[in-house]
């Protein structure tokens, strides 16, 4: 390395930062891609979401939300929502540093606030536009009926 050289000594120090980075749990939700599967085993969720699987298992007691099935032989079989709840669990609580009790408050929040979500507005149609419909059906299925006996 050349002293005096500030070329040298940013990439030095560009290189001393990135563990630095690594290491402030960047690994959010954004970041890790699910693959399109039915069930996860523990295993595999513990690589994806780089956790432990002890602590996969501790939080399953402590959030109602995260219930992975049982297969036949007592293997926890994840769904991928399961996985989505492990990465928002794990973002709640090493990224925004809430305690176990705030981040399940936190997820029953977003629970009820999913839920009070208002419905999609169906268009209302008048009688009279309903009637009309149904005539249109009809002369439909005579049109159709008539062409298979035809």
């Given at each position: 390395m050349i002293a005096g050289n500030p070329i040298m000594?940013?990439?030095?120090d560009s290189q001393m930062m990135s563990p630095r980075k690594k290491s402030a749990g960047k690994h959010t939700a954004d970041a890790v891609l699910i693959p399109d599967k039915l069930y996860f085993r523990i295993g595999e969720v513990a690589t994806l979401c780089h956790l432990p699987a002890y602590?996969?298992?501790?939080?399953e007691s402590e959030f109602p939300q995260l219930k992975p099935v049982k297969g036949s032989t007592g293997q926890r079989m994840y769904?991928?929502?399961?996985?989505?709840?492990?990465?928002?669990?794990?973002?709640?609580?090493?990224e925004q540093g809430f305690t176990i009790a705030g981040a399940r408050q936190q997820l029953r929040a977003e629970n009820k606030s999913d839920k009070s979500q208002a419905a999609i507005p169906f268009p209302s149609h008048s009688a009279s536009e309903i009637q009309h419909i149904r005539q249109g059906l009809r002369e439909i299925l005579?049109?159709?009926?008539?062409?298979?006996?035809g």
């Open positions: 000594e940013t990439s030095a602590v996969l298992r501790f939080w769904r991928k929502r399961d996985v989505e709840s492990v990465l928002r669990i794990k973002q709640l609580l090493y005579t049109l159709l009926s008539t062409r298979r006996t």
